[in-house]
């Protein structure tokens, strides 16, 4: 059972337009992480999000947990051939050792 | 920079041979996890070690074998592997241990690309 549904799977988009990736699940999470991943490298951290409702900014990219801490999403403005990458989305529950992830978005964005 | 290291980057292995990955953290955290990310699969969590102790192994054959000598180190034992392993074999960290009271964040090492013959 695959507990965090990223949305879309993939996307192509061209440079300067805007895109909103999701992050959905039925569970609770306790924080909800977002990363950026270049081929043959490891997921780079972009933010860490704690609290339902928070809303966090980095430079183009916002980022919003759910009231309910269920969900998340990343938004991007503008975006940049440096924005491509495979993006995602993992979080943790109280009482588990572990971090769900999610099935990742691929971006690619056209110069 | 992350603060995780891996070695080796890449590794061609035959299924007979034996060979180990290494990860090594340098931000003083406390849990340490290894996780297998093949092409069009979502990240597969393997082991879970916090303070040298494994707490979760998640379904592993035992082919993987992992050891942790103490917090700030992490292998995995590689023995008699299937072309079906090949995959980019992913160590994180964390200060604390996931699912902890105070919510925790998890860097990533760049990986081991893993190529079974």
């Known amino acids: 059972t695959q507990l965090l549904e990223q949305s879309p799977q993939f996307l192509s988009i061209q440079e300067g337009e805007n895109l909103t990736v999701y992050c959905n699940s039925s569970s609770v999470f306790s924080s909800l992480q977002w990363y950026r991943q270049e081929p043959g490298e490891g997921p780079v951290l972009l933010v860490t999000v704690v609290t339902g409702g928070e809303v966090k900014k980095l430079k183009r990219l916002t980022f919003q947990f759910g009231d309910a801490r269920k969900d998340s999403s990343l938004h991007i403005t503008a975006a940049q051939p440096g924005d491509t990458g495979l993006y995602l989305c993992?979080?943790?529950?109280?009482?588990?050792?572990?971090?769900?992830f999610g099935t990742g978005t691929r971006l690619k964005v056209l110069a | 920079e992350t603060g995780v290291t891996q070695t080796p980057r890449h590794l061609v292995m035959g299924m007979t041979n034996k060979k180990s990955l290494k990860c090594e953290q340098h931000?003083?955290?406390?849990?340490m996890y290894w996780y297998k990310q093949s092409a069009k699969k979502p990240l597969e969590l393997m082991f879970v070690y916090s303070l040298e102790e494994r707490v979760e192994n998640n379904s592993v054959p035992s082919r993987f074998s992992p050891e942790c000598p103490n917090s700030s180190h992490l292998f995995l034992h590689l023995h008699t592997l299937q072309p079906e392993d090949s995959a980019l074999y992913l160590c994180?960290?964390?200060?604390?241990?996931?699912?902890?009271?105070?919510?925790?964040?998890?860097?990533f090492g760049p990986g081991t690309r893993l190529t079974v013959l």
């Open positions: 931000l003083g955290h406390n849990a």
């Open positions: 994180a960290s964390s200060l604390r241990l996931a699912g902890s009271v105070k919510p925790d964040t998890q860097y």
């Open positions: 993992a979080g943790d529950r109280a009482g588990t050792y572990k971090y769900i």
